[in-house]
């Protein structure tokens, strides 16, 4: 592991040559899902390179000895959460909606199944966790870069992702605060055995990962990055600290445009915020009125825009209802009281899993160790998703899905000493 920590790139090659086909494949299914080869070079995109990869991982799987069965109880919830969205469909509003939008969550359950079950030690999760982050940095520089190539001025679009999940500023931004939580606290862990070019790497993916946030002019995610530094620095209060945090916020808010200032000091007044508080005040009535499955795997544009067609303001009159721009409004009116605890019990449980992670390595006096320090990044991430998912609908993105994966995969590591 030595050698894979310092980021030696032979080091990593061969250790990755050496791991079983099924490895390669879910590997190839992040790379493919996150990178988005096939849009930027449309000539490769002449298969559903995403299906066929997942595909592959799930056959392969069964060829791997060293595969076990993990138990954790993410699992049940997962499965539990499963059930309630397929009994949601059958109840639906318009149950043709929620037929057609099963992938956005069967797709993600199985992922974490392959995940949990493939990256089953040390070596693996760390080569998987590079791949994420290296694809994550790719955006981060990315958006570093076109923010400050336009001035650190605003633009009602942000910036804008690659052809995928992070395509939408609002999406990419939340990725980013992922890419934040994680990479701090690798760089934390891994400072003191870096140098050069990996020393910097590592050190610039949460600075341009915060830049990427400022410039993708998303409110939520802007409110989860401050919450999130204020997390890190509280219990490091000193003098140098209140200074250097005092510069940040000085310098945060003097680069911020005028524009973007406005969005904050306009907030509950223009359009966008008042037709969120209608779909939020709607969606309460909704679960108040549909209490035990909800209206329907995503029947709630159908259902708003049938039911609350006078609630629908300015372009919204002509263009629909959309999702409610809130993760548990969206959860608890689409699939009731059932689905929400059971979502929550999902979300709990991953900081559960990451505290007991801490404690066994704490046990073992290894508290220093990157696994450690891992799950403290993965936590701060789910955080920031969190907060974020209060002004977006991105339930059935890969922020929370790959995230207690990770956290399920860390916990078996540290739990099965065999597994290191």
Excluded at 248 to 258: R, T
Excluded at 369 to 384: A, E, K, M, R
């Amino acid at each position: 592991m030595h050698d894979l920590l310092a980021y030696r790139i032979k080091s990593i090659l061969s250790e990755f040559k050496t791991q079983h086909v099924s490895f390669f494949m879910v590997c190839c299914y992040i790379f493919i899902e996150y990178v988005r080869p096939q849009s930027i070079m449309p000539a490769l995109d002449i298969l559903p390179w995403a299906q066929t990869f997942l595909l592959l991982s799930a056959i392969t799987l069964f060829l791997d000895k060293d595969i076990r069965l993990v138990k954790h109880p993410l699992n049940k919830w997962m499965i539990a959460f499963f059930l309630v969205i397929i009994a949601s469909t059958i109840f639906a509003y318009n149950r043709q909606i929620s037929i057609d939008r099963l992938a956005d969550f069967y797709t993600w359950f199985i992922i974490y199944f392959l995940i949990i079950h493939i990256v089953n030690n040390e070596k693996r999760l760390f080569i998987f966790l590079l791949i994420i982050i290296l694809a994550s940095a790719k955006l981060s520089y990315f958006g570093a870069k076109t923010w400050a190539l336009r001035g650190f001025s605003f633009t009602s679009w942000g910036i804008m992702g690659p052809p995928g999940y992070f395509q939408n500023s609002g999406e990419l931004a939340i990725q980013m605060l992922v890419l934040f939580g994680i990479s701090y606290f690798l760089f934390q862990a891994q400072k003191e055995h870096l140098k050069g070019i990996k020393y910097w790497f590592l050190l610039l993916c949460p600075i341009t990962a915060a830049m990427t946030i400022m410039g993708a002019s998303s409110r939520g995610s802007q409110i989860a990055l401050v919450i999130l530094l204020l997390i890190i620095f509280w219990n490091k209060i000193s003098i140098k600290r209140t200074i250097a945090i005092s510069l940040l916020v000085f310098a945060g808010y003097s680069l911020m445009p005028d524009e973007q200032i406005s969005r904050f000091t306009t907030v509950g007044n223009d359009n966008t915020s008042v037709q969120r508080l209608l779909y939020w005040e709607n969606g309460v009535k909704m679960i108040q009125e549909h209490p035990t499955l909800g209206v329907g795997f995503f029947n709630f544009p159908s259902y708003y825009a049938d039911v609350y067609p006078n609630d629908l303001i300015g372009m919204r009159t002509k263009r629909g209802a959309e999702l409610p721009h809130n993760i548990f409004i969206q959860v608890g009116s689409e699939l009731g009281v059932l689905g929400l605890i059971t979502y929550c019990l999902l979300i709990i449980g991953c900081f559960r899993s990451n505290r007991k992670v801490r404690a066994i390595l704490k046990s073992n006096k290894k508290e220093n160790s990157w696994l450690s320090f891992l799950s403290q990044g993965l936590n701060l991430g789910f955080l920031g998703f969190l907060v974020a998912g209060q002004f977006v609908s991105v339930v059935y993105y890969p922020f929370m899905w790959i995230t207690i994966a990770l956290s399920v995969c860390l916990r078996n590591i540290v739990i099965n000493p065999a597994n290191k």
